[in-house]
């Protein structure tokens, strides 16, 4: 069973910086991309990134575009996001996944990692 094991994150002022990450104890069989969601209690989950295994990058959340940058260190099987001019609108729990299919806002046929808050104050 494949492991993401996420770190990053916590408490920080508005228009500081923070960077997640997401390390995978492998690629599973038929897995093509790795993403980053997120999600306050009784909303959806919002996928902010994603990021195919050749390095194409995506980012359908108009609000991160800009302030947010994925990236995939491949030898590590580690997923980055690096969060810059955070707002408190982006305080949220992050999590990454890996994913056969990543686009449309969903990861199908994937793994999840556990997840980690995020708090951005004003």
């Known amino acids: 069973q494949v492991q993401l094991a996420q770190s990053g994150g916590g408490s920080v002022e508005a228009g500081g910086s923070l960077r997640l990450s997401c390390a995978a104890s492998?690629?599973?069989?038929?897995?093509?991309?790795m993403a980053w969601f997120r999600q306050t209690p009784g909303t959806r989950n919002e996928q902010i990134a994603y990021?195919?295994?050749?390095?194409?990058?995506?980012y359908p959340a108009d609000s991160v575009r800009g302030r947010f940058t994925i990236s995939l260190d491949n030898a590590n099987k580690t997923l980055y996001l690096q969060m810059n001019d955070l707002k408190p609108e982006d305080t949220n729990m992050y999590s990454c996944?890996?994913?056969?299919?990543?686009?449309?806002?969903?990861?199908?046929?994937?793994?999840w990692g556990h997840g980690t808050q995020v708090t951005v104050s004003s």
């Open positions: 990021i195919t295994f050749d390095g194409s990058a995506t």
């Open positions: 492998e690629y599973p069989a038929n897995t093509n991309c």
């Open positions: 996944a890996i994913c056969r299919f990543c686009n449309g806002g969903f990861c199908r046929g994937g793994y």
